[in-house]
């Protein structure tokens, strides 16, 4: 059985692990998501980790990593990089025999459960648990199998934080965005709000998460 393992604390980007899964369009299989992102020297571990499972399966093979640098497309169409690496956790709805998962498990710094009305912004400061999980189907890879969610630092959800990208022309050094931890170059996805908002009963209970 896949070792279970806990990242350090990070940046939570679009978390959708409360209520309902919510539809993968290119796999049609609902699925619980959580994005993290950390600076390249902050996840040098996780990254060799990954990297290690990825070689241990396929050997030198090339295939896809469930991380990648993070980057937007500013108004000129241009790929601006912001100096962060994001990961991604999924969880499936349903196991490969059709069985039922349910939802991740949500604690707060104190392990007691999290407050389904209270929606994940970005920028909250999070830990995950998770597993990693070799695939061979539609390509090479490994994938990061989504246990828990450890909220540390909560930063609430706000759907138009975001909607607007920085003008430099008028924007201070730090907007007020950056300072609440809230990448402002970010766009939202608005169906993150609905995700999180559509609450189905949780099992909270369903497994040992080791934070």
Known sequence: MPQS????????????????PR???????NEWTMGMRWKPE???????????????????????LPYDFE??????????????????????????????????KVVDANLRPWDQEKLIGNGSIVR?????FPYNKGGLGVSLFLKGVQVLKHVEYDPDADAFSVDQEFADDVTEFEAEGTPSSLNVDSSNAECQINKAAA????EDIPF
Not at 12 to 18: E, G, H, P, R, T
Not at 128 to 132: L, V
Not at 203 to 206: D, K
């Open 128 to 132: 995950a648990s998770f597993s990693i």
């Open 203 to 206: 099992n909270l209970n369903q």
């Open 42 to 64: 902050d996840c040098l571990h996780l990254r060799n980790k990954i990297d290690e499972e990825f070689t241990e399966a396929h050997g030198k093979k090339k295939g896809r």
């Open 71 to 104: 980057a937007y497309e500013n108004e000129n169409g241009d790929k601006i990089e912001t100096g962060y690496i994001k990961f991604k956790f999924k969880r499936k709805e349903k196991s490969k025999k059709g069985e039922l998962l349910g939802a991740p």
């Open 5 to 20: 393992l806990v990242t350090p604390k990070g940046e939570s980007v679009f978390a959708c692990v409360l209520g309902l």
């Open 23 to 29: 539809l993968n369009k290119y796999s049609n299989e």
